[in-house]
């Protein structure tokens, strides 16, 4: 039995220390919006989250665009940024706000997810599966990131690309 233990021991430590510390902005939450991490939060940036969730992404582009102007290093702000964009009807728009965030997080899964969709939503399905192929890499575990793109590409090649990620009303 002590031997059985230790093994057992030291395969939950790994779990744990590969575990994420905070909250990613991945768009986990059931709303298609990316969550916000624990990074400590402006008016703006609070203001902007809301915005996205009440679909009034014109809004939250405009408070994001000063919140990225004010803090050029906020990979999760560029994300929703791009996220709000994409929403607003211009997934073509959305793709270099996308890299920006990727450039500062490279790990970023809501970002490598959503940049994913977005060439979806332009028919972009070689560049969709870069993104799947990283998300692959960067999930250890199963991540909701990693299944959502797929199950978006699945639908897009059953559908001979007929089936495309779609965005919301703009109000």
């Not at 940024?81 to 270099?96: E, F, H, K, N, V």
Request: proline share 8%.
């Amino acid at each position: 039995m002590r031997r059985m233990i230790r093994p057992m021991t030291l395969v939950l430590a790994v779990l744990l220390c590969a575990a994420p510390a905070s909250l990613p902005a991945d768009g986990g939450n059931g709303s298609g919006a990316p969550l916000p991490t624990a990074r400590p939060q402006d008016p703006e940036y609070s203001a902007a989250v809301a915005a996205i969730e009440k679909g009034d992404h014109r809004a939250a582009i405009r408070l994001l665009e000063s919140v990225v102007a004010r803090d050029g290093t906020n990979a999760d702000a560029y994300n929703w940024l791009a996220y709000a964009t994409r929403q607003a009807g211009d997934p073509a728009g959305s793709i270099p706000i996308y890299q920006k965030a990727l450039q500062i997080d490279p790990k970023h899964r809501g970002a490598h997810e959503y940049i994913g969709e977005a060439y979806l939503a332009l028919g972009h399905l070689p560049k969709a599966k870069e993104h799947l192929a990283r998300l692959d890499k960067l999930c250890f575990l199963p991540c909701s990131q990693h299944r959502d793109l797929k199950k978006a590409i699945q639908a897009y090649e059953a559908s001979g690309g007929q089936v495309r990620p779609t965005t919301k009303a703009v109000r």
